[in-house]
DNA sequence: TCATTTGTGAACGTCAACGTTTAGTATTAT
DNA sequence: ATAATACTAAACGTTGACGTTCACAAATGA
């Protein structure tokens, strides 16, 4: 929050230029990693924080130093999930000719984050445990699900203005198209092997919604 | 798994025609009504066998009568609610006229289904539990989304047959239509209200979807 | 009535995890 | 060198849950 960290150019910790020890950044993300590993693999409950330590390299005590306690712990990720995927999608919204090649880019460079970071376990975990920490789960839908289906409702507003499509309710528009989208990555998760999708595959499954989506909303 | 169990029009318990203290059917109900209570809401691991038996109204120990261990126990629910989904999409195959209805009518009672029985929560949990329950969980996805995919498959070739939309890949159609419908829900879920939506609400949401969907698959 | 089975309540042993404390080591600025 | 901070390993107390055991009550057929 405030201004008092100074930055070099790469991943190394810069000199705090004040007190005893440094603490080591590469800890923090190295927890980080294993938390999301933990809490999407097994769950908030059945993950430990015992276990965590162990595969981050790093002693119990500096987790709870850091973080508080497991809450705390979930909570950074949550909030370093929601960061990423900001970012992630800020990279989509990049300029394309048509608005068939606009949907295909966005819903790409989506997909492929979502399959990355083998989001929907993420999502899963959230829902359960949204009562527990309902601010965190909050604060992760409005950055994740909220911002995509802002943007893509942006998207199909700018495309109806300029009579590409006929779409009447633009936001409905846009959940109609992130759950095709989505619906793919459920199946596949369902049914399908548990290995990640190609990039191919990903692309493939992106232009197909794009496809049956423009076929619904095509201005005639 | 034999066939020494006899039967009566209601719940009542049937005449068990031997032995001593016949089991109360109506315990075994209320244990997995709370097991499903339970486990759909907190996760699995998080839920706990004493606060289930509390809540049923049953002694702990009646619980590790029935089903052994709390592995059992979720593999029954599991089972129990496989059986529940396909009876209910049995009901949901009924007769209608135009291919519209048709959908709507399938759609209708599979998406009441599952907001009833708060499915997601249950969705959630079971992925991320297959690791610890593989099998249970195959066999429950095989009679849940398995069969709506394969019934609503053959419902769509069907209509392609007849000549009354223009769907080459079935299977992806109807992928594509569950995605809809079911995309719906989980915006619901994660940006809406907790309450289940009320009947009307539902019917809107699947006739929205097959519109989509017709629009897209219709033949010309 | 008696044997048989279901079910209860309470207590028990065990274990895993949370979160804390302590004593000591590592790494930095002064 | 010294003070200050980060970090570790190991042990600790506590809690909660799993699963079991035991003595006893309840419900039924013979």
Known sequence: MSAENTYTAKTDTAAPARAGRPTDERKTEAIIDAAREAFFGEGYSAASIERIAEHAGVSKVTIYKRFGDKAGLLEALVRRQAQNMTTAIGDANRAAETIEAKLVNFGFTLMSFL????????????????????????????????????????????????????????????????????????????????????????????????????RAYRAD
Do not use: C, Y
């Open 115 to 214: 399959f990355d970071e083998s989001h929907f376990h993420f999502d899963s975990m959230l829902i359960i445990e949204r009562e527990r920490q309902p601010e965190a789960a909050q604060r992760f839908f409005d950055a994740g699900p909220g911002t995509m289906r802002r943007e893509l409702t942006a998207i199909l507003a700018a495309a109806h203005k300029r009579g590409d499509v006929a779409i009447a309710k633009p936001q409905r528009a846009a959940e109609d198209l992130l759950s095709l989208w989505k619906g793919f990555a459920d199946m596949e998760l369902r049914f399908g092997v548990a290995e990640k999708p190609s990039p191919a595959q990903i692309k493939n499954h992106v232009r197909h919604g794009v496809e049956v989506f423009l």
